[in-house]
């Protein structure tokens, strides 16, 4: 062979190397993702044309979520990483970027779509501290944001399936702005002076600020530890002057202080929210970012006084068509 076409077969073969492909250990690309609820979203726009593999177990506290050096597996063969950011994956971020392939993204999708000026900071993440309330999926529409995202580096990396990707991230924006609707009809539905909030863990800024429900607290402080019998004489007086209905607990942090409060108070205790595990089970057809929407949605209007009716017949089922290949670790 003449020199000059050994060359050109050398160049050839650099090229082709240096395309995106799937990993070597795979015949498809593979998304890595933190909680169920990414893990979700990501999934309505993948398809099955890219595995997805969620790596924080549903129901397990996503803020402590320490990653086993097992999973250094799953991030070595992941073509993107897509996390929350907001300092909500930290460990995670420090394992990744040891393990991944050097051409593998890490997206932190909050620190690429919420600018400064709406930065959420409250009792459980103060502003002191420099990191912003991360519970940005419970806003669906920031939901849609991050779906755009997902979108977009599914098309970098796999162009010849782009019109799929396209198709997948439009159905989900229909479902997406029904949900929007239906929202905004059940929250107008709560009396005006019920509209207050008040949680264990400060899940839901996003969401509120969204659809007008006023923050007037939360109970667990920044560090996730309990409150101080005098932070509890404080709560009390606070729901009792601005006459909060219901006191909203969740699944991931119970908490005997909930109790306390609601006997000494006027207030309903509710201790059914989920903050990112999805309902049922993988493969059920409410275990979806919608299910855990309108999941949540009802709770909160019911207990606040609205209407709640036309809720629970919203679907939530998977927005996309056809089998996929996604692991939700439980």
Known sequence: MKPIFKLMLILSVLVIAGCSSPTDTTDHYVAVTSLSPLTSITEAIAGSKIEVIGLIPEGENSHEFEPAPS???????????????????????????????ETTDIVLLADIHIPESNYKFDFSFPEENGHPNPHTWTDPMLGLTFAEEITKRFTDLDPDNSDYYQSNYESFKARIMDLDQLIKDSVSSIPPNNRKLLTYHDSFPYFAERY????????????????????????????????????????????PILTQLAKESNAEYIDELRDDDLPGEPGDPAHTYFGLLIYDLEILVRGLGGDTSGINEFDVSPTHEGQTKTTYPQ
Do not use: M, W
Request: glycine share 6%; net charge negative; hydrophobic share 40%.
């Open 71 to 101: 999973l250094v597996t799953t991030l070595e063969k992941a073509d993107v990483i897509i996390l929350n950011g907001f300092n909500l994956e930290t460990h995670v971020i420090e394992l990744a970027k040891t393990s991944k392939k």
């Open 212 to 255: 007008g429900l006023e923050i007037i607290g939360a109970i667990q402080p920044s560090d996730f530890s309990e409150p101080t019998p005098r932070e509890v004489i404080d709560l009390i007086k606070q729901i009792n002057k601005h006459n909060v209905p219901a006191i909203f607990g969740s699944e991931v942090f119970p908490s």
